[in-house]
Every structure is written in C-alpha cells, then in structure tokens.
C-alpha cells in the first residue's frame, strides 16, 4: 500500500521525528532538507534480500552523490544490529533505526511489525517524488539511480 497523497516528508511533524541512525546519533528528515534523498525501507537487517538490496544501494553509492543525492536506509532493527550490519557489508550509508515504527507508519509502510520493502524519492524541499513498493531487492538500487538521473535531467529541462 502507497503513501497516502496527505503524507509528505516535509510535513512538519513528519520531518522532526527523531529517530537513531546506527551510530546511535539522534536524526531527523529535516538534517537532509537541501539534498536530494533515497529512502529505502526493508524487513531486517543481514537477511538475504535486504543484504542484497543494501550492497546494490553501496555499490551505487559513488553514482547517487554524483546527483547530490543520499541514500538512508530504515527498518525497526535496533542501533546495535543496524551498527553490525553496515560494519559486516561496508554500507557507507545511514541506517536508521525506526525501532517503534513511527516513520515505518508514517510512510504507510508498516506490515505485520516490520517494513515492507519499499522506497521513496524524495526532493531538496523532501517532497516525495516517487514511491516503490513491492520491490524485489536485485537491481532495485539501479532502478533508483535512474528515476534520480530522470528527475534531475527533467528538472534542469524546466530551469530548474
């Protein structure tokens, strides 16, 4: 199930939920407010999907800052789990820990106690531009790069 068309990112309450990253540092949507960003949900942490999913969204990393986007990945894990499965892979990303499922709801993608796989794209302003759900982790991340390459180019074609 999609986002409602009333949720937006840079809702006020929406963009000042607090939630800990793998470090355990306390971040908000708004921190990202200026970038382009990739908000990529997933089940749990060092299962097979979401690890391929996260290495693909790594491997592209490079390419997405190129776009002056970032990629932050969310699911209820804890801190901890969250700290050794971005150690354990090299995921040179954020994770952020949504452990009570306030931004997982939020974003309509809470399913059964965890997140279903899904990812939203979200502009400077964090106006949702894109959604994906039901995604299959192989070739998801490239996927992503190239509606990012599009929006971009569409938005440069506009004078924007």
Do not use: W
Request: some cysteine; glycine content about 8%.
């Amino acid at each position: 199930m999609p986002p409602t068309e009333e949720i937006r990112a840079s809702d006020q309450a929406l963009s000042h939920l607090e939630l800990p990253d793998h470090t355990g540092a306390i971040r908000r949507l708004d921190d990202f407010r200026g970038r382009n960003l990739v908000v990529y949900f997933y089940p749990r942490d060092d299962t097979p999907g979401c690890t391929v999913e996260g290495k693909e969204f790594r491997d592209l990393l490079d390419q997405f800052a190129a776009l002056d986007c970032e990629v932050i990945g969310v699911s209820v894990d804890s801190v901890q789990s969250h700290r050794a499965f971005r150690e354990k892979h090299a995921l040179g990303f954020t994770l952020l820990s949504d452990s009570d499922g306030k931004l997982t709801r939020a974003f309509g993608v809470m399913r059964e106690g965890y997140a279903a796989r899904s990812t939203f794209v979200l502009d400077r302003e964090l106006r949702i531009r894109r959604s994906f759900s039901e995604v299959t982790p192989r070739g998801h991340a490239q996927q992503v790069l190239g509606f990012v390459r599009t929006l971009l180019e569409s938005h440069r074609m506009l004078g924007g």
